[in-house]
């Protein structure tokens, strides 16, 4: 599997917020809704979740038939202020999508200020970043390609990082959970260079009693123990039973072992500094792929008289957005909601969202921004705004480029495990959603296609310190909205045994 695969599949995250109205529902059979259904009300009281700290909101989504937006199906606390953790993601995606478009790139750019003959650079390499939220691994090494291609080999000089498009603090990656080893905590930067974070693969080899280990991506100046013994036992904890030692920048220890029975497995960890990261990493790329360097891998500005040798564009936002949304990627979402400010700034950001929300959704309630990713205890929305945002988002001109970047329920992104959870849900692939969690917050929302042909969206948001319990009360409403609010139905795949 490609890193840049693995990557993203590693890095996710979640999402929150909701008030009463009732109406009766577009098609016949279900009855006008008073609160939650029963069966969701009895699966937070087995989590301990009171009601009050839940909001819910499920409405059709208009169409053909019905052009304007109906009267929400199921409403409960709508309008409460809520911690939405990643599905804040869903307000930065579609301000991105709305301000940029769909087919919008970053523009990546390597400068040289000195004459280039025979291969060789009397001067300086410059890369200048430009916020790319997935320059990983294979699209850098396809970046030296580039510039070999262009006759550039050997720098007479240094190779310079230029970071300026964005306009940062920095920020220890464990400042908010302690976690800095945790890839989902990696920082925003202009030169943003494989999420900050290595991947340790370790293969079990019988014949030698070793499970070997790789390390990607390469990185000047560390080194990582090679191998470990292979021990008896189940996978379970092998994390742990490897004692690995990520604190020193030149080397990775693993002082454990590995069980024999865990097969191949990937371990994602960030970088424990992260500021030399990029360095590192291109010197190592640089030199591996036949380039000499005389000098240093360094930050500092793209200077005037320096001339464009290669400008490589990212992937589209569309393909962005849908990493954000299927795989919760914090840093990703980070790096799109500093995109849309020039130079990169919060608060510059915050405030080009917030006018954009004026103008597109005047009648909700503003949302709290603080990184637009949702990683954070300071962001605020409604399950009543959220699902304003999915109604409009679902007759605009992106509707399904952002349906498509959600997660099919029980197939992909954050919310294929309900098929694990629940193999004869009838929500599996019938409902495109963003999940959200965080310490004391579960959140889902999205859309879904209800039996009887109508389309609805669902927000649900939960804020209480039991709210990672509650899960099973949000598949249980994902189900009442797929049932088209018919308590206890059972699927075609229950009748026929699957």
Same mark, same amino acid.
Not at 391 to 399: D, I, S, T
């Given at each position: 599997m490609h890193v840049l695969t693995v990557f993203v599949l590693f890095l996710m995250l979640a999402a929150i917020g909701i008030s009463p109205a009732q109406a009766k529902p577009p098609h016949g059979g279900a009855q006008k809704a008073s609160g939650l259904p029963a069966e969701v009300v009895q699966a937070l009281r087995r989590a301990q979740v009171p009601a009050q700290d839940v909001s819910v909101v499920v409405a059709p989504l208009p169409d053909a038939s019905h052009p304007k937006a109906l009267p929400a199906r199921l409403s409960h606390r709508a309008d409460a202020r809520m911690n939405p953790a990643s599905l804040m993601k869903l307000i930065t $995606?579609? *301000?991105?999508? @709305?301000?940029?478009? +769909?087919?919008? $790139?970053?523009?990546?750019?390597?400068?040289?200020?000195? %004459?280039?003959?025979?291969?060789?650079?009397?001067?300086?390499?410059?890369l200048r970043g430009s916020g790319d939220p997935k320059l990983v691994l294979e699209?850098?090494?396809?970046?030296?390609?580039?510039?070999?291609?262009?006759?550039?080999?050997?720098?007479?000089?240094?190779?310079?990082?230029?970071? =300026?498009?964005?306009?940062?603090?920095?920020?220890? +990656?464990? =400042?908010?959970?302690?976690? /800095?080893?945790?890839?989902?905590?990696? $920082?925003?930067?202009?030169?943003?260079?494989?999420?900050? &974070?290595?991947?340790?693969?370790? $293969?079990?080899?019988?014949?030698?009693?070793? %499970?070997?280990?790789?390390a990607e991506p390469p990185m000047a100046g560390l080194t990582v123990t090679p191998s470990v013994p292979l021990s008896a036992g189940a996978c379970s904890d092998w994390r742990s039973g490897l004692r690995g030692q990520f604190g020193s920048a030149s080397q990775v220890h693993f002082a454990g072992t590995y069980p024999r029975s865990c097969g191949e497995k990937k371990w994602p960890v960030a970088y424990v500094s992260p500021e030399q990261f990029a360095a590192r990493v291109i010197q190592a790329l640089w030199l591996g792929s036949g380039g000499s360097l005389s000098g240093l891998v360094r930050e500092g500005p793209t200077p005037t008289r320096a001339r464009l040798l290669v400008e490589a564009t990212s992937l589209p936002l569309s393909d962005i957005v849908a990493d954000i949304h299927k795989f919760s990627n914090n840093v990703m979402a980070q790096q799109l909601f500093l995109s849309l400010s020039n130079p990169g700034r919060f608060d510059s950001s915050q405030a080009r969202i917030l006018s954009w929300w004026r103008s597109t959704l005047p009648d909700q309630a503003e949302p709290?921004?603080?990184?637009? &990713?949702?990683? @954070?205890?300071?962001?605020? =929305? &409604?399950? %009543? /705004?959220?699902?304003?945002?999915?109604?409009? /988002? !679902? *007759?605009?001109?992106? %509707?399904?480029?952002?349906?498509? =970047?959600?997660?099919? !329920?029980?197939?992909?992104?954050?919310? /294929?495990?309900?098929?694990?959870?629940? +193999?004869?849900a009838n929500a599996i692939g019938q409902a495109w959603l963003k999940t959200g969690s965080l310490r004391d917050v579960a959140a889902l929302a999205g859309y879904v296609q209800g039996a009887s042909g109508q389309r609805y969206s669902l927000v649900v948001i939960v804020n209480h310190a039991n709210a990672n319990a509650a899960r099973p009360a949000l598949d249980t409403l994902l189900e009442w909205v797929v049932n088209d609010g018919a308590p206890h139905v059972t699927s075609n795949k229950q009748r026929q045994g699957r």
């Open positions: $995606t579609y *301000a991105g999508l @709305s301000l940029l478009g +769909p087919d919008f $790139t970053w523009r990546n750019r390597v400068y040289v200020d000195g %004459a280039v003959d025979k291969g060789v650079l009397q001067g300086n390499l410059i699209r850098v090494q396809d970046l030296m390609a580039q510039i070999q291609a262009q006759g550039v080999r050997d720098v007479r000089g240094d190779i310079v990082l230029d970071r =300026s498009v964005f306009d940062i603090q920095p920020r220890a +990656p464990g =400042s908010f959970d302690d976690e /800095a080893l945790r890839p989902y905590n990696a $920082t925003p930067d202009g030169l943003l260079v494989n999420f900050k &974070s290595l991947i340790y693969t370790f $293969t079990p080899d019988d014949a030698a009693g070793v %499970a070997r280990i790789a709290v921004l603080e990184n637009g &990713s949702g990683l @954070s205890r300071e962001e605020r =929305s &409604s399950a %009543a /705004a959220l699902t304003r945002l999915l109604q409009v /988002a !679902a *007759a605009g001109p992106h %509707a399904q480029v952002f349906q498509n =970047s959600l997660g099919v !329920a029980g197939v992909d992104g954050t919310v /294929a495990r309900l098929k694990d959870r629940n +193999p004869n």
